[in-house]
């Protein structure tokens, strides 16, 4: 279907300032790839639909198109008009309105908006649709970011240390909590489903806008690889990442096995039998067999050490990259003596 823009549609920044619910009327597939976080999917067009329609614009020009798009969805009239009144009802004592937007801000938001506006809920309608939103969204890993990483070996607590962070000055952004997954081979263990890609980078995006909105002056971020699991962090801001300071965390062997022990052991053995098998090749067949035989015997300590030298020299390989780099000793503190270490901790200006 064909969308142009019209004079009622509002640009990405007045858009973005207003506080009333977003409706995505997109497909669900188009939906599902990547939406705009917050908002919800009441799709004027099945996926069945959309394709159909598309068709008929390719094949029978943009009027056919109209027309097979009016006659599927008047049907729907009675059933789109119930989402409407319950969305809106959700938000009592807020203004009826709606904040709406399609792929490109033209016909399916339009036709959504009217159909809204006549049963007395005021809209804004996204001008340049989800386009615009994507585009924000890549400028704003383009930008010059203060950006300062938390690195360690695996079991150091980096996340954890990195998620109780409070303090005015530093704003702090936890990538695996967005991608749902800890970037290795067993990052996805007790984890919710990823979001795709592009739903990471919408999140993400919205993350650095609100530390534009605060106090803070930098941004810390834990040391990662470019990708968790099938998210990929932005190349803008993995270049950057890439350069950026790191604060190193150093904890005796023993902490980091037992932080390790109570992460994983949770998991069931054939999952974590699975992620040893898909790294076996980099660990050898010895370490390997010994990792799945202390996992059958569940000596999660010893199935922990038989991996721990693969990963520490994954860690001292991508180290030897970064030249600007502080270490800091917490063996043996808490996560509040942690923290308050760190931020005590005189390091180098950004």
Known sequence: MSEKPTNSSYPLTVFRNLTSQIVDVRSPIEFSKGHWPGAINIPLFTDMERELIGKTYKREGRLKAILKGLKLTLPKTTNLVDQISDTVSKKAGLTKSLRIYCWRGGMRSNAFGWLARKNGIETYILKDGYKSYRRWVLNQFEADLPLR???????????????????????????????????????????????????????????????????????????????????????????????????????????????????????????????????????????????????????????????????????????????????????????????????????NPL
């Open 149 to 347: 990483l938390l690195g360690g070996k695996t079991g150091t607590g980096k996340t954890d240390l990195l998620n109780q962070i409070n303090s005015k000055s530093i704003y702090s952004i936890d990538l695996e909590g967005l991608a749902n997954h800890r970037g290795s081979s067993f990052g996805s263990l007790g984890m919710k489903a990823q979001p795709s890609t592009q739903q990471f980078e919408n999140s993400l995006a919205e993350k650095i806008d609100e530390f534009y909105s605060s106090n803070a002056n930098e941004i810390w971020l834990e040391a990662e690889s470019s990708n968790l699991g099938k998210c990929r962090i932005p190349i803008g801001l993995h270049t950057k990442m890439k350069k950026a300071p790191i604060l190193e965390i150093l904890r005796t062997e023993n902490e980091r096995i037992n932080n390790l022990v109570s992460v994983y052991s949770q998991n069931s053995q054939s999952e974590l039998k699975d992620a040893v098998n898909r790294i076996s090749k980099r660990l050898g067949p010895i370490r390997t067999k010994e990792a799945i035989v202390a996992i059958e015997e569940k000596n999660w300590s010893k199935a922990c050490l038989a991996m721990l030298d693969y990963y520490d020299r994954c860690y001292d390989y991508e180290l030897q990259k970064n030249r600007n780099l502080n270490s800091i000793d917490l063996s043996g503190l808490s996560i509040e003596l942690s923290l308050e270490k760190i931020l005590n901790e005189n390091l």
